[in-house]
Every structure is written in structure tokens, then in C-alpha cells.
């Protein structure tokens, strides 16, 4: 059994294909994993046991019937709770929607059914996917399987630790700032954030149901998985044009060019001058690149002459405020929660940092929007982006941190991290490294690279050029083949 709950999603379905196990059998496996921590790891949100099993059975007479649903053919998944399945409740951890059951797929749930897919359930989450962390008034906060007195991160936590536990072979996130790039670091799984706009966002929350469709730039759909070959099929499922998102060009994915390490000419930086990371994170990306220019590939640290990190701060800001306005109700309760948000990110940490992050300089566009003010925020995204473009341009891909810290230790939403003697605001301590290819629109892989003294784990962010994510892919599995490390928690 245990080697049905560590096996992955690929390797699972050709199992199931060959006839070697049921369908049935990998379910319960799962099942019985969920069984024996989930009461721990609040990981799973929603169960659905008994349309599972019947899914799965399905699975199994369609086999024997010499049918074949496609390349996740009876695999067991989780999906975020913030993307619909139908009859199934969906919530985004928001208390108006803690018994939504909606009456469609979101997109991407839809096609990953198509491939044969069963969904186990769904996956505990930040409230409307607004937090480092995975807590909501709905359900009990998410721990991280290698500690349980530490957050497993946000906003797709319960992504993550599903996927590093065994509960689940495969799940997706949703990435506006670092949602699922920070909780595959802190868990110790693989996580992928694609290009903007080449994954369909329809159905997903936010925007809650009945608002407008209006986070069309920033908001991709991620991956969650024990394996880059379980991220390249996932993608490859999920992407494309969609009928419900007209904006979602109808791009072919990419053809790799085949290159190996030593062919590669790859950038590295262990830290942004602003942001100092955690020194175990900062030593374990210089033993990295040491080992890597050992393989006779060019590797040089680097970083673009004009990347002005508090100057991207705040266009990031400016496009969040812009994108995110009309996205939900502007209730009571969820008022009185985003501005305790900002006090927090006001007040809390070093105040050097706080002048980066600082929300607000943002609140003219979120107390007085004006299309003039959109339009030249997306103007100014437009150029950052082609910047970034063409500073990448001699480079296969780009090496640094996912965020300033490992994992850290719950806390009230939005608190300051504490970072080598430093109190870090809490967006800038988990953000600084993301953020910035949310709003260039880079997609970026991270992959595990070890665990710190105290057994926490530590991903590598790999950055890669816009619409060349199966490039991305190529080359971070060659990396993956010399520093990545899978190990699930002890325990599991």
C-alpha cells in the first residue's frame, strides 16, 4: 500500500492501464492514508468517498471493457476548493459560500475529469485564496506534514500537504502572488505556475459567482505534484483556449530543444538586496550553483540592471488593487478583514521593509478606481514585462529562492516573519520572490532541493521565458536528475 501512496500520477495510471492494480485499490489506498492523518493536516477540506468509489469502479469496467479515459485513467486526485465541481461544495474558505454546490466544472477540473481522472476531493485553502497561510473561518487551518506546529502555506496549503502526505497523487492550485510556488517550497513537493493566460481561470474563486470576470492578468492555474513527469502531464491536460475564457490565446505548447546541463547557460541569484533570505536558503543556492558549474555549463550570477524591486512592488500593487476591486462583495465582514490585512502589512516588520510592501500607497486605486489609472497601470505592466523579456533572452532559465524563509510557524494572518534577526513583513517575507513573475507573467517551476537543520524543506524557484513552459520542464528535470530530492515526511 505504501507504494500505491507514494507512486505518482503517471506511474499510478500505467499500473492501473496494465491491469496491475484496480483503480479501487489505489483509491482505497488513498483513502486509508487520508484516513489515518488528515484529522491531523486538515489538508482535505471536502471528501468525496462514495462518488469517488463509484468513479473508480466505473474505471475498472471501463478497462475491462477495453476502454481507455485517457492518460489519468482511474488516478485519484484532490482539487483546491476554489475551483467548482459539480454537485461537489465548493467554498474558497469564504463563509457566504460554505454551502455553495456549484453546477459546473471550472475548466481545468473539467479537463482532468476527461483524462479519466477521480476526484477524491477537495483541498483546505487560505480564505478567498488571500493569505501565506491556509486559514479560514470555515474549516480548522492547514498544517505542514514535516511539522505540524508550522504552516504548510498559502493560499493552496492544503495542495501541497496533500500531495507531500500521500493523501493525494496530484492536485491544482491557483497562483496570483506565489500561492502555489510558497507551499511547494514549504512542503517539499513540485509546483509549476504557467505563463499568464495559458491555463483557463473559468470557475474559479475568486471572482466570486455572479461578479464580474475581472482578474484577466496575474491569476494563472498551477500544479501540484511528487514529480516533474506528474507537472508536464498535468499541464499539458489543462492548457489551451477555452469557449469561457475568450482571452486565453490558442497557443500550441512548446517543442523542448533537447539541450542537457552541459549545454545550458543558466542565471542564479541567492538574494534580492532588498529582501536577505533565511541563510540556509542562501547557502544552499550558492552549493547549487557550485555544483552545477562542475558540469561544465555556464552559470553566472546575475540580475537585470534595472530590477527595482520596490519599484515592481508597486506596480504589482497598483495592478492588483485594479484587478481584484470588483472581483468579490464588498460585505462587512470581508472589509473589516482586508483592512486588518492592512494594518498588519502597514505596521508589522522592519521599517526599511514596510517601505517596499507598503499597500498603502495603493489605496487611490482601491478607494477610487479610474479606467485612466487601469489603463496605464496595464500599460506599465506591459513594458515591465517585455523588460523582463528581453533581459532573459540570452538565458535558458533563471535560479533563486521561492521565498525568504522555510516554512514558518502559525500565526494571525499576515504577521511579520522573523528572518536571521530581522522582522519581516509578512508579504515581502513569502511575496518578494514571486510576485514579481505574477506580474511579468514568467512562468516558473520550483522543485525540492533538501531540508534545513531543523527538517524543513526548500525549494528552488527555476524561471523561464513566456509560452516555453515544456522548455521549462525539459531543463528543470535535467537539474532535478543532480540537486532535486523528493523525500515525503516522516511518518507518511
Known amino acids: 500500500m505504501t507504494n500505491l501512496i507514494f ?12 491491469r496491475k492494480v484496480s483503480a479501487v485499490e489505489v483509491l482505497d489506498a488513498n483513502l486509508a492514508q487520508i484516513a489515518r492523518h488528515n484529522s491531523q493536516l486538515n489538508a482535505i477540506c471536502t471528501l468525496d468517498e462514495n462518488n469517488a468509489r463509484n468513479r473508480a469502479k466505473q474505471a475498472d469496467e471501463a478497462l475491462a471493457r477495453g476502454e481507455n479515459w485517457g492518460a489519468l485513467h482511474g488516478v485519484p486526485i484532490t482539487i483546491k476548493d476554489i475551483y467548482e465541481t459539480a454537485g461537489l461544495r ?19 477540473v473539467a479537463r482532468l475529469r476527461a483524462a479519466g481522472a477521480v476526484i477524491i476531493g477537495k483541498t483546505n485553502m487560505a480564505e478567498l485564496a488571500g493569505d501565506f497561510q491556509s486559514t ?21 496549503g492544503g495542495s501541497a500537504a496533500a500531495v507531500a502526505a500521500g493523501l493525494s497523487p496530484l492536485d491544482i492550485g491557483n497562483d496570483i502572488a506565489g500561492s502555489v510556488r510558497q507551499p511547494a517550497h514549504f512542503c517539499g513537493v513540485y509546483g509549476l505556475k504557467p505563463t499568464d493566460r495559458r491555463i483557463s481561470t473559468a470557475g474559479q474563486i475568486p471572482e466570486t459567482p455572479g461578479m464580474p ?7 494563472t492555474v498551477g500544479c501540484f505534484a511528487r514529480s516533474l513527469e506528474d507537472i508536464r502531464l498535468c499541464f499539458s491536460l489543462i492548457a489551451g483556449a477555452d469557449p469561457r475564457r475568450l482571452d486565453v490565446p490558442p497557443i500550441p505548447l512548446d517543442t523542448p530543444s533537447g539541450k542537457t546541463l552541459p549545454d545550458l547557460k543558466i542565471a542564479w541569484i541567492d538574494e534580492w538586496e532588498e529582501v536577505p533570505v533565511d541563510p540556509e536558503i542562501r547557502a544552499a543556492m550558492g552549493a547549487i550553483a557550485q555544483k552545477l558549474s562542475q558540469t561544465g555549463m555556464q552559470i553566472e550570477r546575475w540580475l537585470p540592471k534595472e530590477f527595482d524591486l520596490s519599484t515592481i512592488w508597486t506596480l504589482y500593487g497598483r495592478m492588483a488593487a485594479y484587478i481584484n476591486n470588483y472581483a468579490q462583495p464588498k460585505d462587512i465582514y470581508n472589509i473589516k ?32 478606481p479610474s479606467l485612466k489609472g487601469y489603463f496605464e497601470t496595464l500599460t506599465e505592466r506591459d513594458r515591465f514585462t517585455a523588460e523582463i523579456d528581453a533581459a532573459l533572452e540570452p538565458w535558458d532559465v533563471w535560479l533563486m529562492p521561492v521565498a525568504a524563509t522555510p516554512a514558518f510557524t502559525h500565526r494571525p494572518a499576515w504577521s511579520a516573519i522573523d528572518v536571521a534577526g530581522k522582522s519581516y513583513p509578512h508579504g515581502i517575507a513569502n511575496g518578494a520572490y514571486t510576485m514579481p513573475f505574477n506580474l511579468s507573467g514568467h512562468p516558473a517551476v520550483v522543485i525540492p532541493i533538501g531540508k534545513t537543520q531543523n527538517g524543513l524543506p526548500m525549494g528552488l524557484q ?21 540537486i532535486g530530492d523528493f523525500q515525503h515526511p516522516p511518518g507518511y
Not at 7 to 18: E, F, P, V
Not at 354 to 367: C, H, Q, V, Y
Open 7 to 18: 507512486a505518482s500520477a503517471h506511474q499510478l495510471a500505467g499500473m492501473i492501464r496494465d
Open 136 to 156: 479560514n473561518s470555515i474549516f480548522p487551518r492547514v498544517n505542514n506534514p514535516w511539522n505540524l506546529d508550522y504552516t504548510a502555506g498559502g493560499s493552496s
Open 462 to 482: 527555476i524561471v523561464g521565458k513566456r509560452w516555453r513552459e515544456m522548455e521549462l520542464l525539459a531543463i528543470a528535470q535535467e537539474l532535478d536528475g543532480l
Open 213 to 219: 470576470y475581472c482578474l484577466r492578468q496575474m491569476m
Open 337 to 368: 478583514r482586508s483592512l486588518t490585512l492592512l494594518w498588519r502589512t502597514a505596521t508589522q516588520g522592519e521599517k526599511k521593509l514596510r517601505e517596499i510592501g507598503n499597500f498603502n500607497r495603493f489605496l487611490p486605486e482601491l478607494l477610487n
Open 90 to 108: 465548493t467554498t474558497a474558505g469564504y463563509i457566504p459560500l460554505k454551502d455553495y454546490i456549484p453546477q459546473q466544472d471550472a475548466t481545468a
